[in-house]
């Protein structure tokens, strides 16, 4: 089973200059819907979403399932800490250095045992957590916010997941580990200020 342009589609997608908005505190009044559509108009969190589900997949299971779960359950301390008021330092650096770290990650098709890749993981989760944690007490409807942003951070480990599928068709190594440099650069140009 072949998919053609499935490559530069990825590429496209994951590339699109779309502002990075993610974490302005805009658009926060909705309540579910603004959670469910704030986590999708933000490429920083869209990237290192993708790129959490990509892992998981390379690494097979459990960890197909246990970094997309560990992802917001660790977001939601971090969101937690955040809500309180409590300092994180260097929030948007850690956000930006998900993509960067994980999108090597993927791409050098590294297997790290579950214990460590979950640690990864979770330390970016806080970083992400607490970005939107100190924006969350300004909802209209927190906790309607809240659950849609986790139910759409779950679609993004999932769409990464279905491309970590790829890996059992022919050249779908290279499909993945394409997708992992784009990640990379993405969260390279976010640490940089390019993006």
Known sequence: M?????????????????????????????????????????????????????????LGAPAIWVLPLVFPLV???GGALGVLGIPVPSVEIGIAASGLVLGLLVALWVRAPIWIAAVIVGVFAIFHGHAHGTELPDAANPFAYAIGFVLATGALH???????????????DYVIRAAGVVIALAGGAYLTGLA
């Open 2 to 58: 072949r998919f053609p342009g499935l490559s530069l589609a990825l590429t496209v997608l994951l590339v699109s200059a779309l502002p990075a908005l993610a974490h302005t505190g805009e658009g926060l009044s909705g309540g579910f819907l603004s959670g469910v559509t704030h986590p999708l108009y933000g490429p920083d969190h869209v990237v290192a979403m993708v790129a959490v589900g990509l892992w998981g997949a390379i």
């Open 158 to 172: 999932m769409v990464g997941i279905a491309l970590g599928a790829l890996h059992k068709v022919p050249k779908g």
């Open 75 to 77: 977001m939601a301390f």
